[in-house]
């Protein structure tokens, strides 16, 4: 990931949200007025989801991390287990440049 989080959202107008790092550091904008724009509380909604990427990056590869090391799941096959393969794809895409 370029810009290290954390990331939040900050609302310019009901059109438009922006994703911003550390020391204001522009990460994305969200929204749009052409037709067919999403309204307001679906750009808000998915500026959040954006703003949670590192965060959610972060403890998905924790999870991985606390899994692959056995603690506690030790009867689930982390190379088999579809929920293990897909928290490895959501990573590589993640990590993908």
């Not at 310019?12 to 550091?25: E, R, T």
């Not at 969200?30 to 509380?41: E, L, N, R, S």
Request: proline letters at 6%; one cysteine or more.
């Amino acid at each position: 990931m370029n810009t290290p989080g954390p990331w939040r959202v900050v609302t310019f107008n009901d059109a438009s949200v922006n994703v911003i790092g550390p020391d204001h550091g522009f990460v994305c904008a969200v929204g749009g007025i052409a037709d067919g724009a999403p309204d307001t509380d679906t750009i808000r909604a998915d500026a959040r989801l954006i703003a949670a990427a590192p965060d959610l990056l972060s403890a998905l590869e924790r999870i991985m991390t606390y899994a692959g090391i056995g603690a506690s799941v030790s009867d689930v096959n982390t190379q088999e287990q579809p929920e293990f393969i897909d928290a490895r794809t959501a990573i590589a895409k993640a990590r993908a440049s």
